[in-house]
């Protein structure tokens, strides 16, 4: 699978262009798991290079969790996986002390968060307490435990799942939490072919287990290091203020987009620069993911959700309000 190079010219920093082909090596091989959805695989690289992380919300049986697992495969990176449930303990996340009787002093076991990719299955599925561990680990990649803080090692990406069908037994992620993940994803039902596909797979064989890592996490680090370099002009700056602006302006809006959501904006359009061929960001980018990036960090209006209104049909409407500044290199 070759990632769109939609209107843009050909890199001539070498770097950058190593920088497209490993990408495309990763969506190739998470597509040979994920059948059909290449535009999603595309968002989680995306986030992969710009150093954010990503909640998945889909039904059942759609392929949150191979997803997740699929991607983190491709990266011979440092993987941990932590099943949400009720009973969780934020010390099972973080880690704990533990007392070691032959050296008399307590010994520090990490949990699974000091992982390169975490996988965090059914995240709503624990209680606030538990939740409200991650927020420190998400955004300033440490720890603090017993009063010691532990940085995270990088890369760092947390790729949570939930289910949007079923609360009983679920405790709804708050604002703050949300505001941490860079983009949400849905995987929706496949099309026909590509379901026919998926069955044949499955039934067949097992395509995860035949999937080999295809970079490191050196190499990951070095396109998160390239796509930094990606220009974004003072007017298209501007301009993501103004949509900003316009979902704290909206009447259909109760709570608008915070200033960390306009950061991460912009760090995803230079990774979607980077996959489009470009050592520039263009309007097309920010307008591309701005759904994804904005609609989980805004509250409606009672009267909007009364009437049936989505997040992202509010953000794409709010879209067609924000003058467009033209392109500049």
């Known amino acids: 699978m070759q990632i769109d190079t939609r209107s843009g010219a050909a890199f001539q920093d070498a770097e950058m262009q190593?920088?497209?082909?490993?990408?495309?090596r990763i969506a190739a091989n998470v597509a040979s798991v994920i059948l059909g959805k290449e535009e999603v695989i595309q968002a989680c690289i995306v986030a992969l290079l710009a150093g954010g992380h990503i909640i998945i919300e889909d039904y059942p049986g759609v392929g949150k969790t191979l997803l997740a697992k699929a991607l983190a495969r491709s990266v011979s990176c440092r993987f941990a996986r932590i099943q949400f449930t009720p009973d969780l303990l934020p010390?099972?996340?973080?880690?704990?002390s533990v007392f070691n009787q032959k050296t008399t002093s307590f010994e520090f076991r990490p949990g699974p968060i000091f992982a390169n990719i975490v996988l965090a299955d059914e995240i709503n599925r624990s209680s606030p307490k538990t939740q409200a561990s991650l927020l420190e680990c998400m955004e300033e990649r440490q720890a603090t435990i017993d009063n010691v803080t532990r940085p995270i090692a990088a890369p760092f990406m947390v790729i949570a799942t939930q289910n949007p069908i079923e609360y009983e037994g679920t405790y709804p992620l708050p604002e703050a939490q949300l505001d941490r993940f860079m983009m949400r994803l849905g995987l929706g039902y496949p099309a026909a072919d590509a379901e026919e596909a998926i069955l044949h797979a499955q039934t067949s064989g097992d395509p995860f287990a035949e999937l080999d890592p295809v970079l490191g996490a050196e190499e990951v680090l070095a396109m998160q290091k390239a796509a930094r370099r990606v220009t974004v002009t003072p007017a298209l700056r501007r301009y993501v203020v103004d949509v900003l602006a316009a979902t704290r302006a909206s009447r259909d809006v109760y709570l608008g987009a915070s200033p960390r959501a306009g950061i991460a904006l912009v760090r995803a359009a230079k990774a979607l620069a980077v996959l489009c061929g470009r050592d520039y960001v263009v309007p097309q980018d920010l307008k591309d993911?701005?759904?994804?990036?904005?609609?989980?960090?805004?509250?409606?209006?009672?009267?909007?959700r009364m009437h049936g209104e989505t997040d992202e049909a509010v953000i794409a409407r709010l879209l067609e309000t924000v003058p467009v500044p033209r392109p500049e290199r």
């Open 18 to 24: 190593e920088v497209a082909r490993r990408a495309n």
């Open 91 to 96: 010390g099972d996340v973080t880690g704990v």
């Open 289 to 304: 993911l701005s759904g994804r990036v904005l609609s989980h960090r805004i509250i409606l209006a009672p009267d909007t």
